[in-house]
């Protein structure tokens, strides 16, 4: 097991991120929107100047689809042309996605007619520049349910004690993770240590068998020394005696007379 592995060597550690950073911004946008659209109920929510919708009916098929979230961005809307794709609002303040089909003037200035493009007739209302919310620049398939669910209260908490409950149990595993590599680090460190103690005392003991067999060849050396001096005197002494006992005797006078 190699306990030095990185937190982002982790599959797991990157799929808990991956989650938290899709999730977490979805929740704030949703409420953000859920903020402004009950502070005030006359205008549309946006994020940046941008505006996401959730189609709900298949009038701009196959280009945009039930259960889609669209994304439009606030814009000039004199700056609008035949051909582009724009959110407004109907007289009952529900927002539409169409094609401009058509530039008409409307007492003084410029209106639009649209269409949908799965429709066979045009809007018969006519869309005025005030009506404009914004212009469609993209869709996320299929997301637009889900932020429909997102949308409730209910889930809305459910996520939140998720996101916490996966946050805390997160947390805790990667204590429990910290006390396992500290306990294995403790254990390692005491292993050296004790190995090292070893080592020591087998140095300690090599050491003074080496330096008692050097005192006993030390007191070897100088018990052997006198033994051989005594052995020369001993010799020595034997010469002097066999050198007197050689020594030829003298003749007196009165041995001569005779």
């Known amino acids: 097991m190699d306990t030095n592995k990185k937190w982002y060597q982790k599959i797991s550690n990157w799929l808990f991120v991956i989650a938290v950073a899709i999730l977490v911004p979805i929740l704030l946008v949703n409420l953000s929107i859920m903020f402004q659209a009950n502070t005030d109920k006359n205008k549309i929510p946006s994020v940046f100047g941008y505006k996401p919708f959730i189609v709900l009916s298949g009038s701009m098929e196959t280009d945009i689809r039930v259960g ?41 200035n410029d209106c639009f007619i649209t269409k949908g493009d799965n429709n066979s007739s045009q809007d018969q209302q006519l869309v005025e520049l005030d009506d404009v919310e914004g212009i469609y620049i993209a869709r996320v398939p299929s997301v637009g349910n889900m932020l429909k ?54 140095e300690e003991f090599l050491e003074f068998k080496r330096q008692k067999a050097l005192k006993e060849k030390e007191s070897a050396e100088k018990t052997e020394a006198p033994k051989k001096k005594s052995t020369k005197n001993t010799t020595d002494e034997k010469k002097g005696t066999s050198k007197s006992t050689t020594t030829k005797k003298k003749v007196t006078p009165k041995d001569k007379s005779k």
């Not at 439009?72 to 094609?99: S, Y």
């Not at 996520?159 to 396992?180: C, D, E, G, H, W």
């Not at 005491?190 to 090292?196: A, L, P």
């Open 68 to 108: 889609d979230l669209i994304i439009t961005k606030e814009v000039d809307p004199t700056t609008l042309k035949i051909g582009d794709v724009i959110a407004f609002r109907d007289p009952e303040r529900t927002v539409t996605t169409h094609r401009i089909i058509e530039i008409v003037d409307c007492y003084g």
């Open 149 to 202: 669910s997102l949308s409730e209260p209910t889930t809305i908490i459910i996520v939140v004690l998720a996101i916490t409950v996966v946050f805390a149990v997160a947390f805790m595993l990667s204590n429990k993770k910290n006390i396992s590599q500290e306990q294995l680090e403790f254990l390692e460190y005491k292993r050296k240590k004790e190995q090292e103690e070893r080592d020591k005392e087998n």
